[in-house]
C-alpha cells in the first residue's frame, strides 16, 4: 500500500506541477507583432519551431493570412529587435529586417518569396 | 497537390464539394464514392455517381476534412468557415499496401472508421520507452503486454489477450515478418528507432496476410526512405548498468525523384556483469548485437512502384555464472553458462502496379526470403537451428461497381525448411503451403462497414486449411463506434525456440507424440465512446477477446517439477480477456491513460483444466504525459500494476525448493524526462524506479548442474532499478 501511496503521490504532485507551469506566465510578458514574408503552413511551422527555441521567447504564432507573426516573450531577456532579428534568421524577412540570405536558402521552394503553395496540411 | 478553396456564402447549412482525381497522364476525372469525413469523427459521407457531395457544417471552424479513396493519396483540407464549397483534386498513387488514413495528433489513437480495430502506435509514442527495441516498446501501451521469460537470457516476450506472443502475427510493412524460428524473440531485433508507428490489431486479422494470426497482428511500418527530411540521424544511448546503444539512420537524397533510399545501422552492447541479487548468476545477460537494414524505393511516378530490401543481424548473448567463460568452458561443468547466438539475413522485393485511369484497381505482388541460424547453449544442453524461408504473394485488388464494394483476391506461396539438432536428436522438415484469398470489404462511410475474408491453403504436412474471417463496424452515433470479429487461424510451432528458457533448469524435456498444428477460433467485441471532458477530448474503450484452441501444443510444466512436457491439446484450451481504456487531457498539455485489463486463461494440462501459468489475472496500467510549449520539455510516467499469477507446482521439491503456488502483485514504475534543444534532443529516465526484483528467482542457484535447479520460474524483473541517457539528434 506505502507503493500505491507513492504513485498516487508523485502522480498528483506532477499534475500540480504542470498546471503550475502553465500558469506561470504573467508579469515579464510582453507581445510583438512582426510582419513577415511567410507563404504557407509549412512556413508557420519552420518560423514557429525556430523562434520557440530563442531565449526569452514564450511562444509565437504566425497568421498566415496576414502573414503577422505574434511572439509572446519576456522583455528582460529578449528585446523587439532580436526577436526580428530571430525571424530574419529563420529565412524570412521581418519588419524592415531582410531575410538571413544563407537561411533563406536553406529554405523549401515552396516557402520562398512569391511562391504559390500547395497548402499541404 | 492541387487544392482549390471557393468561399461562397449563398449556400446555406452544408459543406459542399466536389471530389476528381488526375490519373497517371496528369488527366482529371470524376470520382465517385470518395469518402469525405471530419477528422476524429464518424460523421462522412462518400461522393455521388457524379463526385458531389454535401456535408452538415462542423460545430466549429477550422475543421479538417479529410478525402479519401483508394488508389488515391488522402487529402486533409482545413475547412476555415461554415457553408464553404470544396473542391478536391486527389492524385493517384499505386498502393502496394492496404491505404491507411490517418492523422498524427494523438499519439495512440483507434480509428473510428476502418472496419477492423486497429490501434495505432505511433513513432512518438514510442519514444516514451526511449529503450530500446521493439519488444520493450510495448511498455506504455495497454493491448500488448510485455512478459519476462527466464532469470538468465535476457529476453522479453510479448503477449496479447494473455496468449504467447507465438499466436500474435508480426508484420514488416503489411507482410508476414517474425515467423519460425524468430517468432517468439524476434522483436528483440528491432530497432526502436527504426520505426515510423505501429499498428496492432486485437484478435483475427486479415486474410490477405496469410493464416497465422490468432490473438492479433502487430503491423510495423518502417520509416520510408522519401518521407525523411533530415539526412542523418543519430541516436546514443547508455545505462548505469553498462548497455550501450548506438543507432544511425542515412538517407541521401537523389536527383531523380523516382528513387530513394534509406539506410539502417544499429549497434548495442551490454558488456558490465552485474549479480545485484548475489545468486552468483548475471542478472543481465552479457549482448552484443549488429542490425543493419538498407531499403529502397523506386516509384516511376505513373502506374509502377517497388520497394526492396536487405536485412541482417548478428547476435550474440552470454549469460549464466558470473565466473563462466565462454571460450573454454562450453560443453564442461566447470560453471554454468548460457549462449545464445542468432544470424539472420532477410530480403524483400514488393511491387505495385495499377492500371491506367483506374486507380481502384491493381495488383501488388510481395517477395521474401529469409536465412536464419540459431545456436545455443543451456549448461551441458545443446541446440542448433536453422530455418530457410521463401515467401510470395499475389494481390489483384478491384472494386464492384463502386467503391463502396471492394475486393481483393490472391494467392500465396510459403516455404519453409527446418533443420533443427537438440542435444542428440535432429528434427528436420520442409512446409510448403501454396494458398488462395479473397477478401471482400463494404464500406458506408457513413455508420457501417464490413471485411469478410477467407482462405484456403493446402500444407504438405498437414493438409488442407481453411481460413474464414469476418470484421464488422457500425457507428450508433457520430462518437460511438461498436465492433465486432471472429476468425480460424493456424500454425506450427518450433518448440525448441519457442520455449528456450524452459532449458535453464534441469527439467528433461520430454515428447511422445507428434506434435500438430495449432488452430485456433478467436471472437472479439468492442466498444469506443468518445466525449468531451474538461473541454479536451476524452474516450473510453471496452473489448472483450475469446481465443478458443482446436489443437495447442501444451507446455506442461506441472506434471513433475524434473520434466518439461509438450504434448497436443486433449481437452478445453481457452483465453478470456476483458479490456477496458480510458483517456483524457485534464489540463492542456497533459494526458493520462488508464487501462484495466482482466485475463482468464485456462489450458487443460494433463487432463485437469488449469490456469496458464504466469499470466496475472489483473492488470492495471496508468500513464501520464506532459509537455510544455513545442515540446521543450516532455515529462512522461507510467505505473503497471501485475496482479498475483500461478506457479507451476514445486510440492515434489525439497522444502527449500519449494516455491507459494501464486506469485506476489508488484508495480513497475518508468519515469523520463525529455529536454529539446534546437539542434537535438537529449533524455534521461529510470526504469523500475522502485527497484522491485523477484527474490531468489533461480531455485538451487548453488548447483546448476543438479537436479533442483531452475531458472526459468520468473514472473517479475530481475534487473533492479535503470537510469539511462540518451540523444537523439538530426542532420541535413
Known amino acids: 500500500m506505502k507503493k500505491l501511496k507513492t504513485i498516487l503521490l508523485s502522480s498528483i504532485m506532477m499534475l500540480v506541477m504542470s498546471v503550475n507551469l502553465a500558469k506561470a506566465q504573467d508579469a515579464t510578458t510582453a507581445e510583438l507583432k512582426v510582419k513577415t514574408s511567410a507563404v504557407c503552413d509549412m512556413c508557420k511551422e519552420t518560423m514557429e519551431k525556430h523562434m520557440a527555441f530563442e531565449k526569452g521567447v514564450k511562444k509565437s504564432s504566425l497568421d498566415v493570412e496576414s502573414k503577422i507573426l505574434t511572439v509572446t516573450y519576456n522583455p528582460t531577456k529578449i528585446t523587439p529587435e532580436q526577436i526580428r532579428k530571430a525571424v530574419s534568421k529563420s529565412g524570412y524577412d521581418a519588419d524592415e529586417v531582410k531575410a538571413d540570405p544563407k537561411a533563406y536558402k536553406k529554405l523549401d521552394a515552396c516557402c520562398k518569396k512569391g511562391a504559390v503553395c500547395n497548402d499541404k496540411k | ?732
Open chain 2, 1 to 732: 497537390m492541387i487544392l482549390l478553396l471557393f468561399a461562397n456564402s449563398t449556400v446555406a447549412q452544408n459543406i459542399s464539394g466536389k471530389v476528381v482525381g488526375t490519373d497517371d497522364k496528369g488527366k482529371k476525372e470524376v470520382l465517385p464514392g470518395a469518402n469525405v469525413y471530419w477528422l476524429k469523427t464518424t460523421i462522412g459521407t462518400t461522393t455521388d455517381l457524379d463526385g458531389l457531395f454535401q456535408l452538415a457544417n462542423p460545430d466549429t471552424t477550422p475543421a479538417q476534412l479529410i478525402v479519401s479513396m483508394m488508389g488515391y493519396l488522402s487529402d486533409t483540407i482545413s475547412v476555415t468557415q461554415p457553408n464553404q464549397i470544396i473542391d478536391v483534386v486527389l492524385k493517384n498513387s499505386v498502393s502496394l499496401t492496404t491505404v491507411v488514413v490517418e492523422e498524427k495528433q494523438n499519439t495512440t489513437l483507434n480509428k473510428l472508421f476502418t472496419p477492423i480495430n486497429t490501434e495505432v502506435i505511433s513513432g512518438k509514442e514510442l519514444l516514451k520507452a526511449a529503450c530500446c527495441n521493439i519488444s520493450e516498446s510495448f511498455s506504455t501501451n495497454a493491448s500488448v503486454d510485455v512478459a519476462f521469460t527466464d532469470a538468465v537470457s535476457g529476453a522479453k516476450k510479448i503477449q496479447m489477450l494473455g496468449l504467447d506472443g507465438i499466436y500474435t502475427q508480426v508484420l514488416s510493412e503489411n507482410m508476414p515478418m517474425l515467423r519460425g524460428l524468430s517468432a517468439a524473440y524476434g522483436l528483440n531485433y528491432i530497432p526502436g528507432t527504426w520505426i515510423e508507428n505501429i499498428l496492432v490489431t486485437k484478435g483475427t486479422g486479415s486474410v490477405v496476410n496469410g493464416y497465422e494470426s490468432i490473438s492479433g497482428q502487430i503491423n510495423l511500418e518502417f520509416l520510408k526512405p522519401k518521407e525523411q527530411k533530415k539526412r542523418i540521424f543519430i541516436n546514443l544511448y547508455g545505462n548505469h548498468k553498462g548497455r550501450a546503444e548506438a543507432n544511425l539512420h542515412y538517407a541521401p537524397k537523389f536527383k531523380n525523384e523516382k528513387w530513394g533510399t534509406l539506410l539502417f545501422a544499429h549497434v548495442s552492447d551490454g558488456g558490465l556483469k552485474n549479480d545485484m541479487n548475489k545468486d552468483g548468476f548475471l542478472d543481465m545477460p552479457l549482448t552484443r548485437q549488429y542490425n543493419f537494414f538498407n531499403r529502397w524505393d523506386f516509384h516511376n511516378q505513373k502506374n509502377f512502384e517497388a520497394q526492396f530490401g536487405i536485412k541482417g543481424l548478428s547476435e550474440s548473448r552470454q549469460g549464466g555464472q558470473t565466473n563462466f567463460v565462454n571460450s573454454n568452458e562450453r560443453d564442461t561443468s566447470n560453471h554454468y553458462g548460457i549462449g545464445i547466438n542468432t544470424n539472420v539475413l532477410e530480403a524483400f522485393l514488393k511491387t505495385g502496379f495499377m492500371f491506367p485511369s483506374k486507380p481502384y484497381k491493381s495488383i501488388g505482388i510481395q517477395y521474401s526470403g529469409k536465412w536464419q541460424q540459431q545456436d545455443m547453449f543451456f549448461g551441458l544442453r545443446d541446440y542448433k537451428g536453422e530455418q530457410k524461408n521463401l515467401y510470395v504473394n499475389f494481390i489483384f485488388a478491384n472494386i464492384i461497381n463502386n467503391t463502396n464494394h471492394k475486393y481483393k483476391l490472391g494467392a500465396s506461396y510459403l516455404y519453409d525448411d527446418y533443420n533443427e539438432k537438440f542435444i542428440d536428436s535432429a528434427f528436420m522438415r520442409t512446409e510448403m503451403v501454396p494458398g488462395v484469398f479473397a477478401e471482400y470489404t463494404y464500406l458506408h462511410a457513413e455508420n457501417f462497414s464490413l471485411v469478410a475474408g477467407v482462405r484456403a491453403d493446402y500444407h504438405n504436412l498437414h493438409g488442407l486449411f481453411y481460413t474464414p474471417r469476418l470484421h464488422m463496424r457500425y457507428n450508433v452515433t457520430k462518437k460511438t463506434t461498436l465492433r465486432l470479429s471472429g476468425g480460424r487461424g493456424f500454425r506450427t510451432s518450433n518448440v525448441f525456440v519457442e520455449n528456450q528458457s524452459v532449458f535453464a533448469s534441469s527439467r528433461i524435456v520430454e515428447m511422445n507424440e507428434k506434435l500438430k498444428p495449432e488452430i485456433a477460433w478467436n471472437y472479439g467485441l468492442s466498444a469506443n465512446q468518445q466525449f468531451k471532458m474538461f473541454g479536451n477530448e476524452a474516450f473510453i474503450n471496452f473489448d472483450f477477446f475469446r481465443t478458443d484452441f482446436e489443437n495447442q501444443v501444451i507446455v506442461d510444466l506441472d506434471q513433475s517439477v524434473d520434466k518439461v512436457v509438450f504434448y497436443n491439446l486433449n481437452g478445453q484450451s481457452y483465453s478470456h480477456s476483458l479490456q477496458v481504456d480510458f483517456g483524457m487531457e485534464p489540463v492542456k498539455s497533459v494526458a493520462i491513460k488508464m487501462a484495466y485489463k482482466w485475463y482468464d486463461v485456462q489450458t487443460t494440462y494433463n487432463y485437469e483444466l488449469m490456469a496458464k501459468p504466469y499470466v496475472p489475472r489483473h492488470r492495471v496500467m496508468y500513464n501520464m504525459a506532459y509537455s510544455t510549449y513545442m515540446e521543450k520539455w516532455k515529462f512522461d510516467f507510467t505505473t503497471n500494476w501485475f496482479g498475483k499469477s500461478r506457479i507451476p507446482s514445486t510440492v515434489l521439491n525439497p522444502a527449500e525448493y519449494q516455491l507459494p503456488k501464486y506469485s506476489k502483485e508488484y508495480f513497475l514504475l518508468n519515469a523520463q524526462i525529455t529536454k529539446k534543444f534546437r539542434k537535438f534532443e537529449t533524455y534521461l529516465g529510470c526504469e523500475n524506479v522502485l527497484n522491485y526484483t523477484q527474490k531468489n528467482p533461480i531455485l538451487d542457484a548453488k548447483n546448476p548442474f543438479g537436479e533442483n535447479f531452475d531458472a526459468s520460474m520468473v514472473y517479475a524483473p530481475i534487473e533492479g532499478r535503470i537510469i539511462y541517457i540518451g540523444l537523439r539528434m538530426d542532420i541535413k
